[in-house]
Structure formats: C-alpha cells, structure tokens
C-alpha cells in the first residue's frame, strides 16, 4: 500500500469537500480517501488529504488524474524510501 497526498482547494465547503473525497475513493485502485487531520477545524488544514491505494496500483497516475481535477489545487507521490539495490 502506499498513499498520494493532495491539497484540496480551500474553498470547498464541508459538502463539496466529501462529494471530492467520495469520487476519488471510486477511482480503481483507492482504498480510501481522507483528510490527514479529520479533526480540524480550520479549513485549511482539511485541504490537506491523501489517498489510500493497493499495491500494484501505480502511485504517479493517481497523482496525475488528481492534479486534473478542478477541486484539486495539487497532489504528490511520496519518495521513495528505503536501500537502492546493488
């Protein structure tokens, strides 16, 4: 599993901020979708969301079909930890 994360616009209401997070955990290999601090009151810090995907599911489309969404203002894969191979 790993996680895109994603900055929703900071305008979107409550409503609008669900419907977002509810498309894009029907898109094929999301497991869920969410805001990194649920308990947040400020809606700035609610922007600030990340998707849940299978393994196998690749990372870098994801992140490309959410920066094209108008309710997204920006997403990110994460790096790449661990060793290199030698």
């Known amino acids: 599993m ?4 994603f900055k929703l616009r900071p305008d979107l209401g409550k409503v609008d901020r669900e419907g977002v997070l509810r498309r894009i955990e029907s898109l094929p290999g999301v497991s869920h979708a969410a805001p990194v601090k649920p308990e947040a009151r400020s809606p700035a810090l609610l922007a600030y969301c990340f998707a849940r995907i299978d393994d196998g599911s690749d990372a870098e489309s994801l992140a490309t079909i959410l920066q094209e969404m108008p309710e997204v203002q920006s997403a990110d894969t994460p790096a790449r930890r661990g060793l290199p191979n030698i």
């Open 2 to 5: 790993a996680d895109v994360f």
